[in-house]
């Protein structure tokens, strides 16, 4: 079945920048869009953007100056890069994927696979 | 940015009764070229990533039982779960898919009364 792991440093300095990866098994990266959703402890949910693995992207414009998104599709990963990072920036990190319940030509951007997720705290 | 606004924030239903929770969004997600609603449902359970239950506002995902049922239309929606069981304790989450930013509801905890 298709899962996502994410992957990378639990801990982050302020001013520093955040990376995790993504890797998808089960399926191709290249099927879908494919998101990075975060969830800061006991709040609810914040969709940080997407990626085709084309190379085409989609940020959230409250974070697009410091957020970029990066596919490697040789390895069946994306990932996540966020620079500048304060302590709001503490969070649950999930990687999704776009189901593509299309109807008539238009696909809705519904999550339907989730990766476990990994906190990341922001501290000195 | 389209807000998307749940209520109540929390609500305790005795095991079998009809659980109903509200979301509002604050513009339309009603494509008009398919006639379909761009929103979607969740449940998150403690320590576990968000289940998508619902998409197109009304269509249960693969194996979601059929407790569960979405309605609504253009602004307002809801998730009935018909006959609450004690697994469906959770948070749950709407989110809509109109356009980006992709943006969720703050959430509704349901407990068992």
């Known amino acids: 079945q298709v899962q996502l792991q994410e992957s990378g440093p639990g801990l982050v300095k302020p001013s520093e920048t955040l990376s995790l990866t993504c890797t998808v098994s089960g399926d191709s990266i290249s099927s879908h869009y494919w998101s990075w959703i975060r969830q800061p402890p006991g709040k609810g949910l914040e969709w940080i953007g997407y990626?085709?693995?084309?190379?085409?992207?989609n940020y959230n414009p409250s974070l697009k100056s410091r957020v970029t998104i990066s596919v490697d599709a040789s390895k069946n990963q994306f990932s996540l890069k966020l620079s500048s990072v304060t302590a709001a920036d503490t969070a649950m990190y999930y990687c999704a994927r776009d189901g593509r319940y299309c109807s008539g030509g238009i696909c809705s951007r519904a999550f339907d696979i989730w990766g476990q997720g990994t906190m990341v705290t922001v501290s000195s | 940015d389209i807000v998307m606004t749940q209520s109540p924030d929390s609500l305790a239903v005795s095991l079998g009764e009809r659980a109903t929770i509200n979301c509002k969004s604050s513009?339309?997600?009603?494509?008009?070229?398919?006639?379909?609603?761009?929103l979607a449902w969740y449940q998150q359970k403690p320590g576990q990533p968000p289940k998508l239950l619902i998409y197109w506002a009304s269509t249960r995902e693969s194996g979601v039982p059929d407790r569960f049922s979405g309605s609504g239309s253009g602004t307002d929606f809801t998730l009935t779960i018909s006959s609450l069981q004690a697994e469906d304790v959770a948070v749950y989450y709407c989110?809509?898919?109109?356009?980006?930013?992709?943006?969720f509801g703050g959430g509704t905890k349901v407990e068992i009364k």
């Open positions: 513009q339309s997600v009603l494509y008009s070229s398919n006639n379909k609603n761009c």
């Open positions: 990626i085709y693995y084309s190379g085409n992207t």
């Open positions: 989110q809509q898919c109109y356009s980006t930013p992709l943006t």
